[in-house]
């Protein structure tokens, strides 16, 4: 075995079989693989560490490809995502696209912190939870340069409007005006001769704002803006939801819960 190494890391995945097969998200190295040897027994010194959402100071050893957790010291637990079933589901879900959008060996500074403030904002009822959940997932989007055009109506340059729609795979905004003349009249699904499908989502003027700040606000003030509107609230994370399964391909059964519980 060689010598052990320390990193910071948050718990993304926890899979219990003989042992505790981790999924880590660490700032440097990127997502690894680490094996909780004995983390099973409730009564066994690694089992604080191998927990979902556990993140801590890891001390591992390297054998092969994988990491072997030595010993750690546990610094937050987000306990408060486990004592509602709502958080719990969205945490899994963030924790899902994260496994989704990251690499091993490429750091991911950048994308832990987002994780980690997401949580630390679920855990604490800070915001309301599809506030949490929009940010966090046109946050993402925008990390991995897939954010939309939303500055103006990519027809006629329109910047207000109480009917946008966005066209979800080419990412472009459409006011009333020219959506009308495309034929498109609602949220849903086109047929187009050119293009096989477009999926559209509606957006009133909050939630479209709302967009615009998450993805081009500095991550240390993501949170800087309100959204008072419950409607605007849902169809600011929805869109969101529709961007990251569309352009990620990241199919969440948490989301799905979620959803279900929604009642949406
Ligand atoms: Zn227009």
Redesign the pocket.
Same mark, same amino acid.
């Given at each position: 075995m060689s010598e052990p190494c320390h990193t910071m890391g948050l718990v993304i995945r926890a899979k219990r079989e003989k042992d505790v097969i981790l999924t880590l998200l660490t700032p440097e190295m990127g997502k690894i693989t680490v094996i909780a040897k004995g983390a099973k027994s409730l009564k066994g010194p690694q089992m604080p560490l191998s927990q979902p959402f556990c993140y801590g100071d890891f001390e591992l050893y390297k054998k092969g490809d994988l990491y072997w957790l030595h010993t750690g010291e546990l610094k937050e637990n987000f306990y408060g995502v486990t004592s509602r079933l709502d958080a719990l589901n969205l945490a899994a879900y963030f924790c899902d696209v994260a496994i989704a959008v990251s690499e091993p060996g490429e750091p991911c500074e950048e994308l832990l912190r987002l994780l980690l403030n997401s949580l630390y904002f679920l855990a604490n009822k800070t915001y309301p939870d599809e506030l949490i959940k929009g940010v966090f997932e046109w946050r993402i989007l925008a990390m991995q340069g897939l954010s939309p055009a939303v500055n103006c !109506?990519c027809? +006629?340059?329109?910047t207000q409007?109480g009917g946008f729609a966005l066209d979800i795979a080419q990412g472009e905004l459409? +006011?009333g005006? !020219?959506r009308a003349k495309r034929e498109v009249f609602g949220d849903g699904v086109r047929m187009d001769d050119d293009a096989p499908r477009h999926e559209w989502v509606l957006l009133a003027q909050g939630a479209l704002e709302a967009i615009r700040f998450a993805i081009s606000t500095p991550l240390g003030k993501m949170m800087s803006f309100r959204l008072d509107d419950e409607t605007d609230r849902y169809d600011f994370s929805r869109a969101g939801e529709k961007f990251v399964r569309y352009h990620l391909d990241v199919d969440s059964a948490a989301l799905k819960m979620y959803e279900q519980m929604r009642g949406k």
């Open positions: !109506c027809g +006629c340059g329109k409007d459409f +006011c005006e !020219c």
